[in-house]
Nanobody, 124 residues
Framework: VQLQASGGGLVQAGGSLRLSCTASGGTFSSYSMGWFRQAPGKEREFVGRISWSGGATYYADSVKGRFTISRDNAKNTVFLQMNMLKAEDTAVYYC??????????????????WGQGTLVTVSS
């Protein structure tokens, strides 16, 4: 499956952005989907995950209450709504697909397919 992330950009602290990730070449609804981010000089870290049906979501503590993941299986798209953005949210954001429908898997190694990343810059 191929993943294409979009929606990144420059935003002031306190603002909002909505990222999208569209899948092609596979059965999107069979995958759990995750969002990760990587800041300069840091390791890629888990942001959130949504189950194949959209019925369950999981978030990193650092974004809980500010970010929301949703999906539209009819459009093969997963979204990351980011509110109350902070300077420390600045990173390249990646979407990823996990072929196993097992709970809240947060480690990078569990994800089989990755998008190319979209840059989010939050100015303070």
């Amino acid at each position: 499956v191929q993943l294409q992330a979009s929606g990144g950009g420059l935003v002031q602290a306190g603002g909002s952005l909505r990222l999208s990730c569209t899948a092609s070449g596979g059965t999107f609804s069979s995958y759990s989907m995750g969002w990760f981010r990587q800041a300069p000089g840091k390791e890629r870290e888990f942001v959130g995950r949504i189950s194949w049906s959209g019925g369950a979501t999981y978030y990193a503590d650092s974004v809980k209450g500010r970010f929301t993941i949703s999906r539209d299986n009819a459009k093969n798209t997963v979204f990351l709504q980011m509110n109350m953005l902070k300077a420390e949210d600045t990173a390249v954001y990646y979407c990823a697909a996990d072929s196993l429908r097992i709970g809240g898997r947060t480690a990078v190694r569990y994800y089989d397919y990755w998008g190319q990343g979209t840059l989010v810059t939050v100015s303070s």
